[in-house]
Structures are given as C-alpha cells and as structure tokens.
C-alpha cells in the first residue's frame, strides 16, 4: 500500500506518460541550476513555493530545490541536480536512457 498520490493536475496517474516538477525557492544560484540541469532531461513544470506553497504542501516538499516524476512522487531528488547520470539513473525509464532523446520531448531538429 502507498501513501503517495500523484499531485493534484500534474497529470499522473495509470496509463499516462511520465513527467517532471521540479519544487523551487526564488530564483538563487542553486534554483536556477537545478532548473537548468531538470531541463536537461526533458520538459519540466517548474513550482515555485513561494507562489504555489500549496502545491509543494501536497507533494509533501521538505526541502528545494526538489525533482519528482509526476507520475510516481515517491522518485524524488533533492539538490540541483549537477550529476544528470545519477539523476537519470534514480529516475527510471524512460529518463534513464540518455541516448533516447526521444522518451524525454528533445529530438534532434
């Protein structure tokens, strides 16, 4: 039994493709690379939990900047995300191919 349940319009659920939400706090350093590096792996929804403390309240966000997949929040990934092969390696399919450009919406053209 899980206690996690796809976050409220993200889109998550059976049967839908996998997509990211990165959770962030203003726009430092850290926030801006983390968004940077999450764009690196395909499309992003970027939260801003300044704006939207709701949502990270939902997703039960302790700490930003944070990455999760929409269609299973319990793959998630805290820090700004500097090393993509690890990240795309605790992430799973399709994100853990970074050959298939094609899983993520970045096809070459």
């Given at each position: ?21 990165l959770f962030v706090l ?34 039960r966000v302790l700490a ?6 929409t269609d299973d929040p ?36």
């Amino acid at each position: 039994m899980s206690d996690a349940a796809p976050i409220a319009g993200s889109g998550g659920g059976a049967g839908l493709g996998a997509g990211l939400r990165l959770f962030v706090l203003g726009q430092t350093e850290t926030m801006r690379r983390a968004i940077q590096n999450a764009r690196r792996l395909g499309p992003v929804d970027v939260v801003d939990v300044r704006d939207d403390p709701a949502a990270a309240e939902l997703a039960r966000v302790l700490a930003t900047p944070t990455l999760m997949r929409t269609d299973d929040p319990r793959v998630r990934i805290v820090g700004d995300l500097r090393d993509l092969d690890a990240v795309r390696g605790h992430l799973g399919p399709p994100y853990d191919d970074p050959s298939d450009a094609s899983a993520t919406g970045h096809g070459n053209g």
